[in-house]
Antibody
Framework: EVQLMESGGDLVQPGGSLRLSCAAS????????MTWVRQAPGKGLEWVSS?????????FYADSVKGRFTVSRDYSKNTVYLQMNSLRAEDTAIYYC???????????????WGQGTLVTVSS | ETVLTQSPATLSLSPGERATLSCRAS??????LAWYQQKPGQAPRLLIY???NRATGIPARFSGSGSGTDFTLTISSLEPEDVAVYYC??????????FGGGTRVEIK
């Protein structure tokens, strides 16, 4: 059974940093790209970042987070991370990690999602 | 950036009725469009990918159609458990990957 478990969400002051983790199990982690999607309170879904598989290590970011967020993955721990720096109030959201539908990076639809972790940026 | 516009914003129907949800893209996305269902307090769930392919375990009452810029998600006979917000998402023109604003489905 595929499982994705996010952690690391917290209350942080503007300008602060936070690292989110997403522990994956139940599939061949190295073969699949992973993505982060966020949802501000009462709002819709917003793509944040994606990282492809072990055969193609490219990373991609939304303009709203480029230069502030960094996505990475640890294949030995089956975990993907989102390092968030210079946080702003508008980064307040539930952050979901999700698995790409197909191996590699050819299909950027997401078939499994974690339960999400809440990041609140406020003084 | 490819903007996805969903309509209507809210759909209120009786159980057993047919629900038709629309997603329009600002430029062609070929068939590379997915639909997700998000129930209150839950993560999104993939329903349809590449316009018309049902994801694993999705009931047959959910179907998708369309290509280019106009897409439709149809729920053939609405069940009470279908109350949710439905989002479309394109993967043709990225980055960025984009989602529509969502359609809320309610039961009368």
């Amino acid at each position: 059974e595929v499982q994705l478990m996010e952690s690391g969400g917290d209350l942080v002051q503007p300008g602060g940093s936070l690292r989110l983790s997403c522990a994956a199990s139940g599939f061949t982690f190295s073969s699949y790209g992973m993505t982060w999607v966020r949802q501000a309170p009462g709002k819709g879904l917003e793509w944040v970042s994606s990282i492809l598989s072990s055969t193609d290590s490219r990373t991609f970011y939304a303009d709203s987070v480029k230069g502030r967020f960094t996505v990475s993955r640890d294949y030995s721990k089956n975990t993907v991370y989102l390092q968030m720096n210079s946080l702003r109030a508008e980064d307040t959201a539930i952050y979901y990690c999700a698995k790409l539908l197909s191996p590699g990076g050819s299909n950027m639809h997401f078939d499994y999602w974690g339960q999400g972790t809440l990041v609140t940026v406020s003084s | 950036e490819t903007v996805l516009t969903q309509s209507p914003a809210t759909l209120s129907l009786s159980p057993g009725e047919r629900a038709t949800l629309s997603c329009r893209a600002s430029q062609s996305v070929d068939i590379y469009l997915a639909w997700y269902q998000q129930k209150p307090g839950q993560a999104p769930r993939l329903l349809i990918y590449d316009a018309s392919n049902r994801a694993t375990g999705i009931p047959a009452r959910f179907s998708g159609s369309g290509s280019g810029t106009d897409f439709t998600l149809t729920i053939s006979s609405l069940e009470p458990e279908d109350v949710a917000v439905y989002y479309c998402q394109q993967r043709k023109n990225w980055p960025p990957l984009t989602f529509g604003g969502g359609t809320r489905v309610e039961i009368k």
